[in-house]
């Protein structure tokens, strides 16, 4: 599974800002998908996941301002992130699990990351 995630960029405080991830190759099976993100000295954290059943779930820090969504058919995951803080600036990760007979196997992918950045 090839993950291409897009939508980074610089905005100003307030803002927003719209990630796209697109999942290619062997796409069967894929459970779960989401974002993860990486500050600066910082460990790797969730941001939002999102089921193929459409259950969702949310950093605290994160929630009431972003939004996950998801396209089964299109196996992409949107993340929309408003009134965006300067501690959301990192490193953003989309994130696919795909879900093998025993889930003792089942097998996580990571994209390449993109760059948000928010100035105050």
């Known amino acids: 599974v090839q993950l291409q995630a897009s939508g980074g960029g610089l905005v100003q405080a307030g803002g927003s800002l719209r990630l796209s991830c697109a999942a290619s190759?062997?796409?069967?099976?894929?459970?779960?998908m989401g974002w993860h993100r990486q500050a600066p000295g910082k460990e790797r954290e969730l941001v939002a996941t999102i089921t193929s059943g459409g259950t969702t779930t949310y950093a605290d820090s994160v929630k009431g301002r972003f939004t996950i969504s998801r396209d089964n058919a299109k196996n992409t995951v949107d993340l929309q992130m408003n009134s965006l803080k300067s501690e959301d600036t990192a490193v953003y990760y989309c994130?696919?699990?795909?879900?093998?007979?025993?889930?003792?196997?089942?097998?996580?992918?990571w994209g390449q990351g993109t760059q948000v950045t928010v100035s105050s």
């Open positions: 190759g062997s796409t069967g099976r894929i459970s779960a």
């Open positions: 994130h696919a699990r795909k879900a093998a007979l025993n889930p003792k196997y089942d097998y996580d992918y």
